[in-house]
């Protein structure tokens, strides 16, 4: 990193390696960066390429989480897989050079996000993000504990029972004290996101209309206005978001990645676009069915949910596996959710944010973790919560805001004193602000149009 | 920031873990601020009018969120 620190004296050359000052932390990191070391010394590409995917696969299969699941279910009981499947793809292509921004600016400075935007930009500013960030991290999180109950109850679980399971999933995966740890479970949860792929397949779709969707982007949605740009604007948010920004960043740094293994971080960001959009588009192809046998989709998301109204088309396992897909969406974007609120707070407050940190060394860390998926279960348990509403308003948060996490993601990414050569190419900045443009007019259409008709006047509809 | 640092124990390093992280990835180098960046006045203007823009839209997506749960029959 070629930036300045605030302390006279003090560079980050090898001479000036501060010997005798290694922590916990480092120790528990460098154990796991001397595997690395081994396996590129040996010429292990693949066994290289095992040891650092992770944060890229992770926060974009994370992303595939419960009402982005869900948006993408609606948008194909909706429209079916005209417009809409080429549309995931597209955004996931997006998320992918958005995400791999966040990445490279982590390996090369080894700090969070936050804590960036607090040191470079001021207090002020890193604040209102993280403000940002907790706002739309509980409604999330609250919507994953949603799915978590919807997938559940399809098997008769009881809502305290499916609520809590999750609570105790995340309190499991913290309390290993190793980043590694953590990840690979999450990672080990993360494979069961490809559920929505085999329902896909269950529904028999025909590779024809697959094909001409991809290549005409047609039927065109059509309808209701307010409609179009609620489902246009989730599947956006359901896939860009302030969290993923977050938590790549601050996955990388306490992952111990450094500029040298770019190259393979950046096969782990595109291998999670390529599966989060395969699985999205799988979600969206299986309730596809519902489009063309013409059911009413617009309660589906409360109580029964889509599982129920599959069943008679795709049979029992197929509703089975979808339900299943809908409480792994859940399950892993509550741990990655989670995980990027510890990692922004104990960013903001300077405290400690790491999953190599033991337990009793971090305490705020791990609280902050537990503690707003514990907030965010017991919103879901209240009785006559407006849950439906918040699932459907999720995303939506998300798409409002990203465009600030954007702009600045695109500052840091550029700031040549950071990132000295690894600093953003023109053609990249490029496509940035175009997503940066996207999201916020998606979001901005939405909100006018649904404001408008929340006060009455139906100019459009 | 010292309560951030109490960990850090003093000591005889082991030198081969030491020397798998590059020497900025010790957490007594994370821990050090990276220096303060001074925005431009377009920059600062461009920042507040991109956040007043994105608390008008918050707004409206709030309001019609709580409306919209308000008329949503039980």
Same mark, same amino acid.
């Given at each position: 990193?070629?930036?300045?620190?605030?302390?006279?004296?003090?560079?980050?050359?090898?001479?000036?390696?501060?010997?005798?000052?290694?922590?916990?932390?480092?120790?528990?990191?460098?154990?796991?960066?001397?595997?690395?070391?081994?396996?590129?010394?040996?010429?292990?590409?693949?066994?290289?390429?095992?040891?650092?995917?992770?944060?890229?696969?992770?926060?974009?299969?994370?992303?595939?989480?419960?009402?982005?699941?869900?948006?993408?279910?609606?948008?194909?009981?909706?429209?079916?897989?005209?417009?809409?499947?080429?549309?995931?793809?597209?955004?996931?292509?997006?998320?992918?050079?958005?995400?791999?921004?966040?990445?490279?600016?982590?390996?090369?400075?080894?700090?969070?996000?936050?804590?960036?935007?607090?040191?470079?930009?001021?207090?002020?500013?890193?604040?209102?993000?993280?403000?940002?960030?907790?706002?739309?991290?509980?409604?999330?999180?609250?919507?994953?504990?949603?799915?978590?109950?919807?997938?559940?109850?399809?098997?008769?679980?009881?809502?305290?029972?499916?609520?809590?399971?999750?609570?105790?999933?995340?309190?499991?995966?913290?309390?290993?004290?190793?980043?590694?740890?953590?990840?690979?479970?999450?990672?080990?949860?993360?494979?069961?996101?490809?559920?929505?792929?085999?329902?896909?397949?269950?529904?028999?779709?025909?590779?024809?209309?697959?094909?001409?969707?991809?290549?005409?982007?047609?039927?065109?949605?059509?309808?209701?206005?307010?409609?179009?740009?609620?489902?246009?604007?989730?599947?956006?948010?359901?896939?860009?978001?302030?969290?993923?920004?977050?938590?790549?960043?601050?996955?990388?740094?306490?992952?111990?990645?450094?500029?040298?293994?770019?190259?393979?971080?950046?096969?782990?960001?595109?291998?999670?676009?390529?599966?989060?959009?395969?699985?999205?588009?799988?979600?969206?192809?299986?309730?596809?069915?519902?489009?063309?046998?013409?059911?009413?989709?617009?309660?589906?998301?409360?109580?029964?949910?889509?599982?129920?109204?599959?069943?008679?088309?795709?049979?029992?396992?197929?509703?089975?596996?979808?339900?299943?897909?809908?409480?792994?969406?859940?399950?892993?974007?509550?741990?990655?959710?989670?995980?990027?609120?510890?990692?922004?707070?104990?960013?903001?407050?300077?405290?400690?944010?790491?999953?190599?940190?033991?337990?009793?060394?971090?305490?705020?860390?791990?609280?902050?973790?537990?503690?707003?998926?514990?907030?965010?279960?017991?919103?879901?348990?209240?009785?006559?919560?407006?849950?439906?509403?918040?699932?459907?308003?999720?995303?939506?948060?998300?798409?409002?805001?990203?465009?600030?996490?954007?702009?600045?993601?695109?500052?840091?990414?550029?700031?040549?004193?950071?990132?000295?050569?690894?600093?953003?190419?023109?053609?990249?900045?490029?496509?940035?602000?175009?997503?940066?443009?996207?999201?916020?007019?998606?979001?901005?259409?939405?909100?006018?149009?649904?404001?408008?008709?929340?006060?009455?006047?139906?100019?459009?509809? | 920031?010292?309560?951030?640092?109490? =960990?850090?124990? *003093?000591?005889?390093?082991?030198?081969?873990?030491?020397?798998? @992280?590059?020497?900025?990835? +010790?957490? #007594?180098?994370?821990?050090?601020?990276?220096? =303060?960046?001074? *925005?431009?006045?377009?920059?600062?203007?461009?920042?507040?009018? @991109?956040?007043?823009?994105? +608390?008008? #839209?918050?707004?409206?997506?709030?309001?019609?969120?709580?409306?919209?749960?308000?008329?949503?029959?039980?």
């Amino acid at each position: 990193m070629a930036v300045k620190t605030e302390r006279p004296g003090t560079t980050s050359t090898a001479e000036a390696r501060p010997e005798g000052l290694l922590s916990p932390e480092d120790r528990t990191r460098s154990g796991d960066r001397r595997r690395v070391l081994e396996a590129r010394h040996r010429g292990r590409r693949f066994g290289l390429l095992w040891l650092l995917v992770g944060p890229g696969i992770l926060v974009l299969l994370g992303e595939n989480d419960g009402p982005s699941m869900l948006s993408y279910a609606a948008s194909g009981a909706t429209y079916g897989i005209g417009f809409f499947l080429p549309f995931i793809a597209v955004t996931f292509a997006a998320a992918v050079v958005v995400q791999e921004m966040a990445m490279r600016v982590g390996a090369v400075t080894h700090r969070g996000y936050g804590e960036l935007i607090f040191q470079r930009f001021g207090g002020f500013w890193g604040w209102l993000s993280v403000i940002d960030l907790l706002a739309t991290n509980l409604v999330t999180l609250i919507t994953e504990f949603i799915a978590i109950r919807v997938g559940m109850s399809f098997f008769g679980v009881p809502a305290p029972l499916a609520v809590g399971s999750g609570v105790l999933l995340v309190a499991f995966s913290v309390a290993g004290g190793r980043y590694w740890r953590w990840e690979r479970i999450a990672l080990g949860l993360s494979v069961f996101n490809l559920l929505f792929v085999v329902v896909a397949v269950m529904s028999r779709p025909d590779p024809a209309a697959l094909a001409h969707a991809f290549a005409t982007w047609s039927p065109l949605p059509s309808g209701s206005l307010q409609l179009f740009l609620l489902i246009l604007a989730s599947n956006i948010g359901a896939t860009v978001t302030p969290w993923m920004v977050f938590f790549q960043q601050s996955a990388v740094v306490d992952k111990g990645m450094t500029p040298r293994d770019i190259p393979q971080a950046r096969i782990d960001t595109i291998l999670g676009g390529v599966l989060a959009a395969a699985a999205g588009c799988g979600a969206l192809v299986a309730a596809s069915v519902l489009f063309v046998h013409h059911v009413d989709t617009s309660q589906l998301q409360a109580g029964t949910g889509f599982a129920q109204a599959l069943q008679p088309f795709i049979g029992y396992p197929g509703a089975a596996i979808f339900s299943l897909g809908l409480v792994e969406a859940g399950a892993l974007a509550i741990m990655t959710i989670s995980a990027s609120t510890a990692y922004a707070l104990g960013e903001a407050v300077k405290g400690p944010h790491s999953f190599n940190r033991k337990l009793g060394d971090a305490k705020s860390f791990y609280g902050f973790n537990l503690g707003v998926a514990i907030v965010a279960a017991a919103v879901v348990l209240i009785p006559g919560a407006p849950l439906l509403s918040i699932t459907l308003n999720a995303n939506l948060l998300a798409v409002v805001l990203m465009p600030a996490a954007l702009v600045f993601l695109i500052m840091l990414a550029n700031d040549r004193e950071l990132m000295g050569p690894r600093s953003n190419p023109r053609w990249l900045n490029g496509i940035g602000i175009a997503v940066a443009i996207l999201v916020g007019l998606a979001g901005s259409s939405y909100a006018v149009v649904a404001f408008f008709n929340a006060v009455g006047w139906h100019f459009i509809s | 920031m010292q309560d951030h640092q109490q =960990h850090i124990y *003093l000591g005889e390093p082991e030198e081969d873990l030491i020397e798998s @992280l590059e020497p900025d990835q +010790l957490v #007594i180098e994370m821990d050090k601020p990276v220096s =303060h960046r001074r *925005l431009s006045a377009y920059t600062t203007a461009g920042l507040w009018a @991109l956040r007043l823009f994105l +608390l008008t #839209i918050t707004a409206m997506v709030i309001y019609a969120f709580v409306a919209g749960v308000i008329n949503t029959p039980r």
